[in-house]
């Protein structure tokens, strides 16, 4: 099955770079489809750390070709920083190794003033975005106006930045009264932007159909999570993107059939980060352990993230909207030492139980989870095969595969490459 998607089964951060970076080493193309910088993958790889924003997490295989789809919106500047850090860690980052979509959108300066007054506009009502200039980047692209990766092919190109600087100076002074931005200055940075990535931007469409005509192994990389999906996820709480399965084809300009296997990555526990809704969340000392053990803080704002028990009706949505193959199962050792632990199944609204997981943002606020309790475990879970894990790790996984439906195929008990267990 040439073609793997990976999809965040939850709402993000459920350490999907770590998985994509495992299952890249036998991939010939890894393939990033939605989102941006606001995105934040960590690797592990021989006690180093690796942190990957837009890049996708296969660059550290050198016989692998990384693709920038047309679905993300691409910082420039943010871009050549995570190159730049790279090379200087001796990666390869030359053309032959990277490929971005001529169609991607850019997200320039003013996108990031315009997230910042926007969310200061909203006050306590605030989305809680990363202020990288998503949510305004997607709105240029729905309204057409957004300048796109093959602009930088054009030789006008600085004009184009000077014209779209203009236009965006007029929200930030009259609607949001904040300072504007020098057109001149913007359109000499990026035109310096333009010329080091002209050699990387390609018509990715082809490139990706041709290689999987061929029988090559494709991997496909989504940021975010499917409850952050712009039209499925917890709205308005949500991304700027389609974080989900079905943003996969669109994002990378292939067809639904070059996807064969779909692999949805879940925390053992739940976690989101910002404003929003979370049933199951706990603050107290049980969230504080899985904040310290699991190392909760995100890798792109370093905010704390908020911890709670792991939500299974959230899980078996993502298995209907995704259509998963498979579940890969992450940070299970971060559970180590609870003694008793609790499953959501379902949610309590007034006389009502229901067992599906609603998107309304609004409605998630009144359900009260309803739990099912298991027994925990003490034991370290530094093993490498499925007959090692203490008897009620293997009862807890079992739970989730009963209450899913969809078998746990990839099993981390810890943040090193190596530290998974295969089923």
């Not at 949500?238 to 064969?260: K, M, N, Y």
């Amino acid at each position: 099955m040439p073609g793997t998607l990976i999809i965040g089964a939850q709402w993000g951060d459920e350490a999907k770079g770590k998985i994509t970076d495992m299952l890249a080493s036998k991939a010939d193309i890894v393939a990033r489809y939605q989102g941006g910088d606001n995105a934040g993958h960590t690797v592990v790889v021989g006690g180093q750390t690796w942190k990957f924003h837009l890049i996708p997490s296969g660059i550290l295989y050198p016989r692998v070709l990384c693709v920038l789809g047309n679905g993300m919106v691409i910082n420039p500047k943010r871009l050549w920083e995570e190159l730049d850090s790279l090379s200087a860690r001796g990666v390869d980052i030359s053309p032959s190794r990277l490929k971005i979509s001529r169609q991607a959108h850019l997200i320039m300066p003013y996108h990031l003033a315009l997230d910042g007054a926007s969310e200061a506009a909203l006050g306590q009502a605030k989305i809680g975005t990363t202020k990288r200039g998503i949510g305004p980047a997607y709105m240029d692209k729905m309204s057409r106006q957004g300048l796109r990766a093959w602009d930088m092919l054009r030789p006008d190109f600085r004009q184009r930045v000077i014209r779209a600087v203009e236009q965006k100076n007029i929200w930030l002074e009259r609607v949001y009264a904040e300072p504007t931005l020098d057109p001149q200055a913007v359109a000499d940075e990026y035109a310096g932007y333009a010329e080091r990535m002209r050699p990387y931007i390609a018509d990715i469409s082809p490139l990706l159909y041709d290689a999987y005509v061929a029988g090559k192994e494709l991997l496909y990389e989504g940021g975010q999570g499917t409850l952050l999906d712009i039209d499925l996820g917890s709205y308005p709480y949500v991304t700027s993107s389609s974080a989900s399965a079905g943003g996969a084809a669109a994002g990378l300009g292939i067809g639904p059939r070059c996807i064969d296997r779909i692999i949805g990555v879940a925390k053992s526990y739940q976690t989101r980060v910002g404003s929003g809704p979370f049933p199951t969340e706990l603050l107290d000392e049980i969230g504080d352990h899985m904040v310290d053990r699991g190392a909760e803080f995100g890798t792109t704002t370093g905010r704390r993230r908020r911890c709670g028990w792991l939500d299974l009706a959230t899980l078996r949505y993502s298995a209907r909207v995704n259509g998963l193959t498979e579940i890969a199962l992450t940070k299970l050792d971060v559970l180590s030492g609870l003694n008793r632990l609790r499953t959501c199944n379902a949610y309590q609204v007034g006389g009502e139980t229901w067992t599906d997981w609603p998107a309304d943002g609004e409605a998630l606020e009144g359900c009260a989870p309803v739990y099912e309790e298991l027994p925990g475990w003490e034991e370290d879970l530094a093993v490498s095969a499925w007959e090692e894990l203490p008897a009620e790790t293997r009862a807890y996984i079992a739970h989730i595969e009963q209450r899913v439906g969809v078998p746990v195929k990839l099993i981390s008990v810890g943040p090193d490459r190596d530290q998974t267990i295969y089923r």
